[in-house]
């Protein structure tokens, strides 16, 4: 094992990292392995990415009400959860929250809204002007607004915006079992569209869905070849009212090898840990550094509360990882 954790290493410090069966093995790795992974891990981390934390931050800017069936999403045709429902908030309101952001820490701040894509003018409208009035605050924009075409894209790269989010979710294999309302390759396309764009991409996916190693590790293959800047990792907090509402959590210990599967698989990418972090890693939420992440999501997710930002930037200053 320490050999091969060796090799692992010296794959991921050149930038090329490690071979699907490579995979699949840091994925099903003895516990007590684990923290010899992370000097590895941790290693390659900090060459590509020198200790710097990145922080963002999301506004749910249009809530619930979505025609499509994701399994996991609280805010799906599919799910019973009782979540607050709301149409697109104004862009003062999107703006007012960015300031917010900001004063906590983040550095990004992305605009999501529920839906396969934006409907109408007079939303794609709200989103330009957010993103023109989030460039004023100095925060890196973002938006996580479905599927959209090129021409909007074009046009919301040239009001300002750095970033495009994009999940895939899951990997092409398990997809059917998540989503049948729409095709994995729509997702696909519209990533590459974002990059064609010259847009930053953001694209990563959920995981404890009941998808297999195997599932998990395909979606690492998929984000390198679509070559992704930044892989958000999710893990499913079950939401009472939809599909996976009897999923157990996984153990921190399988969060982590994900977390240290993508960092071997993608050197060089930035990893940020999002939802469902908490209820998953529990007491071992410092660990994702060492496991190879290099941002975080903080404060609020989409529909459900995250810990107050505050004791995430303690567990960073605490690491001694900078993140301002
Ligand atoms: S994940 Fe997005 S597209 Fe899927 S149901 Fe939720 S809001 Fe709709």
């Not at 894509?117 to 007079?122: P, V």
């Not at 909007?152 to 300002?160: E, V």
Request: neutral net charge; contains cysteine.
């Amino acid at each position: 094992m320490k050999r091969l954790i060796s090799t692992w290493e010296d794959k991921g410090m050149e930038g090329i990292g490690i071979d699907p069966e490579d995979a699949i093995q840091v994925l099903s790795m003895p516990d007590e392995w684990i923290f010899h992974l992370f000097g590895a891990t941790w290693r390659i981390t900090r060459k590509w990415k020198q200790g710097q934390i990145r922080l963002c931050s999301i506004v749910n800017a249009k809530s619930g009400l979505c025609t499509e069936d994701c399994s996991f999403c609280s805010q799906s045709r599919r799910s019973k959860a009782e979540i607050d429902v709301y149409p697109m908030l104004e862009p003062d309101e999107i703006y007012r929250r960015a300031l917010k952001a900001k004063g906590a820490g983040a550095k990004e701040f992305s605009v999501v809204t529920s839906g396969k894509g934006l409907k109408g003018k007079n939303e794609f409208n709200k989103v330009k002007k957010a993103v023109e009035m989030i460039k004023e605050t100095g925060l890196q924009s973002c938006v996580s607004i479905g599927i959209v075409d090129y021409e909007s894209l074009s046009i919301l790269k040239s009001a300002g915006l750095g970033k495009f989010h994009h999940n895939l979710e899951t990997s092409r294999s398990y997809f059917p079992n998540v989503c049948t309302t729409h095709d994995y390759d729509e997702d696909i396309r519209v990533v590459k569209d974002a990059k064609r764009a010259g847009l930053s991409v953001c694209c990563g996916g959920i995981f404890g869905i009941g998808e297999s190693p195997e599932h998990r590790v395909e979606l690492a293959f998929e984000l390198k070849g679509l070559d992704v800047d930044s892989i958000p990792i999710n893990f499913l907090n079950p939401i009472k009212g939809t599909p996976l509402e009897e999923k157990n959590h996984l153990t921190p210990i399988e969060c982590l090898k994900i977390i240290a599967m993508m960092r071997l698989t993608n050197p060089t990418k930035d990893i940020i840990i999002c939802g469902g972090r908490e209820v998953n890693l529990r007491d071992m939420q410092s660990l994702i550094f060492p496991a190879g992440a290099n941002g975080l999501m903080l404060g609020n997710y989409l529909t459900t509360k995250g810990r107050p930002p505050e004791e995430d930037i303690k567990m960073i200053n605490d690491l001694s990882l900078r993140w301002n």
